[in-house]
């Protein structure tokens, strides 16, 4: 069985550009969370999406936004590239929007997209 | 209310010794607490995971032991291998809501052969 899948795997872009990532959840899982790693930190909680709908955000900028498609996969953007920007970008899946019940809120990551702003 | 603190920050062992990562959180909604294992590169992967209605929960090598009153949880990695060399992070998270996973700062293992 296929795990989550993100694309690309590397991406280099300069300050100002926008930058778009996909993500496709394991086969089954309705819900996508995005977070944010640097370099030496814990991921950082960007965005949870369920059923193509926003159902909660983090600590980030308006230059963050994302989308859920009928096929459950799922974009981050991020516009105005700045250079702080520079991280690890995960997406995880769970089974379930809330996490209710063993298990349905379990997050399986991704291998992430390495960003580096310059 | 939402961080959770981890400690030590990095931690070497001799292969075969005990290896503990410990945490502490506090937001008590909290009601699941998972660990990940992250190598270099890689995205972290599942460890374990407790809920605060055990006190200890074992998978192979790996133990979870939770102290619910003081808010405190650990993993123990019973005869650590070079292997088992990587990231740990600990998390935590509130059921009810969406799954918003708060995350340690993690702790950089070495096991030395």
């Known amino acids: 069985d296929a795990g989550v899948t993100q694309s690309p795997t590397h991406l280099i872009k300069t300050r100002g550009q926008h930058v778009t990532l996909r993500c496709s959840p394991i086969?089954?899982?309705?819900?996508v969370s995005w977070y944010q790693q640097v370099l030496g930190q814990g991921p950082q909680f960007i965005f949870q999406?369920?059923?193509?709908?926003?159902?909660g955000r983090g600590n980030f900028p308006d230059r963050f936004s994302a989308r859920q498609f009928p096929n459950y996969s799922s974009e981050l953007n991020v516009n105005a590239l700045l250079l702080g920007d520079s991280a690890l970008y995960l997406c995880?899946?769970?089974?379930?929007?809330?996490?209710?019940?063993?298990?349905?809120?379990?997050?399986?990551f991704g291998p992430g997209t390495r960003l580096t702003v310059l | 209310q939402q961080q959770v603190k981890q400690s030590p920050q990095s931690l070497i062992v001799q292969k075969g010794g005990i290896s503990i990562i410990n945490c502490a959180y506090e937001?008590?909604?909290?009601?699941?607490f998972p660990w990940y294992q992250q190598f270099p590169g890689k995205g972290p992967a599942l460890l374990i995971a407790?809920?605060?209605?055990?006190s200890e929960k074992k998978e192979g090598r790996f133990t979870i032991s939770f102290n619910k009153s003081a808010k405190q949880f650990s993993l123990h990695i019973m005869d650590s291998q070079p292997g088992d060399s990587a990231t740990y992070f600990c998390?935590?998270?509130?059921?009810?809501?969406?799954?918003?996973?708060?995350f340690g700062a993690g702790t950089r293992l070495a096991v030395h052969p």
């Open positions: 995880a899946s769970s089974l379930a929007g809330l996490a209710g019940g063993p298990g349905s809120g379990t997050q399986y």
């Open positions: 086969s089954g899982h309705k819900s």
């Open positions: 999406y369920y059923e193509k709908e926003e159902r």
């Open positions: 937001n008590t909604a909290f009601d699941y």
């Open positions: 407790i809920r605060p209605d055990v």
């Open positions: 998390g935590g998270m509130f059921s009810g809501g969406y799954n918003k996973l708060i």
